[in-house]
């Protein structure tokens, strides 16, 4: 039983290591920009890794990114602590950039990543060229000379990305429902 | 009249507003004229706005340089292991595969990515069979992969290049996740799906770094699952360093 064990162990490992290592970065650099502190957003991608393993049964059968979820609970903690702090009747002023986190995104978080979920879903030639033109704010003719295509030929695929995205963005507002735990 | 035929291809890219003059001008002419057109240039304007939504972190790959947030929550993960339901372990195999399949298409937000393995002496303690790409983490759990996905693993016996692949069918295309070890620093690669008729799609491209540790990479190329006949390692010039029949 023990090298049973050890073997289990071992797969649970490998798990949060590649998700720590694809994502990590980024669930870092977004929560320490929801929270305005490193060490807040250091818990909140251990707390994010743990409720990501604990539900791994649930993400392996998910129809979608793994990182639009992992991204949602991030935010979910950050909004939940966000909440607990602002209940309690003595606390260190909030700060401001928190009180905005959790007003703001209250009403877009399902918006927001949807959308990062069906950017991602998109063929890679489609996804690059909305990442550059829209996310990275390039032009037309540094995009086209960034991916090496022509820039009739950027047009298109921005159309089509858009309109995929479009397809994938109807009726799939709940698609990321029940990622609270 | 000016407004041209019906045609609504650069709506999306008049939305982002990607048109030079001559061109906008025609689209806007049109769009006078056509009650179809203007509906649907309002909704991919929508989704031009919910594209705008996409946090810009989301744009990064790869692990921070936070190894003691990593090692934190393996402790954790190992105390509610030893505690915890013993019947949901049997479904992280699964996830497990699902994640090494590449289900994020990482390398096509950025081009293409090379991630170095974990820093040498990062969390000692652990040792599974990630650390090093000539042990594939795909092989173990191949039992319980995603429906459909595909893995495989081969040697050159020329180049003594090494390619592992996960290979994940999605809606007409795949995703696919690589392990490659053996090519010398510096080469440019490109990771090519070959297709049945002979078609090659690029999946991902990465340079090989000094260190000699291999490279795990994820992309996505746009052949139909059923057609993948193979997929290879080749350098820009060409060159062919490792092929995995598929």
């Known amino acids: 039983m023990a090298g049973c064990q050890r073997r289990h162990t071992s797969s649970d490992e490998v798990l949060i290591r590649s998700w720590y290592e694809e994502h990590g970065a980024a669930l870092l650099a977004y929560g320490t920009r929801l929270t305005g502190d490193r060490a807040a957003a250091e818990d909140v991608l251990q707390e994010t890794l743990i409720r990501a393993w604990r539900h791994s049964a649930k993400l392996s059968e998910l129809d979608g990114s793994v990182r639009g979820w992992l991204f949602t609970v991030a935010r979910n903690i950050i909004t939940d602590r966000a909440r607990a702090r602002a209940v309690r009747p003595v606390e260190v002023a909030e700060r401001e950039v928190t009180v905005a986190v959790e007003r703001d995104h209250a009403d877009r978080v399902v918006d927001s990543l949807v959308a990062l979920e069906a950017l991602e879903r998109l063929p890679d030639e489609q996804r690059s060229v909305l990442v550059e033109i829209y996310l990275r704010g390039r032009s037309l003719h540094e995009t086209a000379d960034r991916l090496g295509i022509p820039t009739g030929t950027v047009k298109s695929r921005a159309h089509h990305g858009l309109k995929v995205m479009r397809r994938r963005l109807t009726g799939r507002a709940t698609a990321l429902g029940g990622v609270t735990g | ?246």
């Not at chain 2, 319980?144 to 020329?158: E, I, L």
């Not at chain 2, 053996?182 to 990771?191: K, Q, S, T, V």
């Not at chain 2, 993948?228 to 062919?240: E, H, L, S, Y």
């Open chain 2, 1 to 246: 009249m000016t407004a041209p035929t019906h045609d609504s291809r650069l709506l999306g890219a008049y939305a982002l507003e990607l048109l030079d003059p001559p061109e906008r001008d025609d689209v806007e002419a049109h769009l006078a004229d056509c009650p179809e057109c203007r509906a649907d240039l309002a909704e991919l304007s929508a989704v031009k706005a919910a594209l705008g939504e996409v946090p810009a972190e989301a744009l990064l790959h790869g692990p921070p340089d936070a190894d003691e947030v990593l090692a934190r929550t393996l402790r954790q993960m190992r105390v509610e292991a030893a505690t915890g339901d013993r019947r949901r372990r049997a479904f992280v195999l699964a996830a497990a595969v699902a994640v090494l399949a590449g289900t994020l298409g990482a390398g096509a937000v950025i081009g293409a990515r090379s991630v170095p393995r974990p820093a040498p002496g990062s969390d000692a303690e652990a040792g599974p069979p990630t650390a090093p790409p000539t042990a594939p983490p795909v092989a173990p759990t191949a039992r319980t992969p995603a429906p459909g996905t595909r893995v495989g693993s081969v040697v050159d016996p020329v180049t003594g290049a090494r390619l592992t692949v996960s290979m994940t069918p999605a809606a007409g295309w795949v995703r696919v996740n690589a392990s490659v070890t053996g090519i010398p620093a510096g080469e440019n690669c490109r990771l090519v799906v070959v297709g049945r008729d002979g078609v090659h799609e690029i999946a991902a491209g990465w340079i090989v770094a000094d260190r000699g540790e291999g490279t795990n990479l994820d992309g996505s190329a746009a052949v139909a699952p059923a057609d993948v006949t193979a997929v290879q390692v080749r350098a820009t010039d060409g060159r062919t360093y490792v092929t995995l029949p598929l």
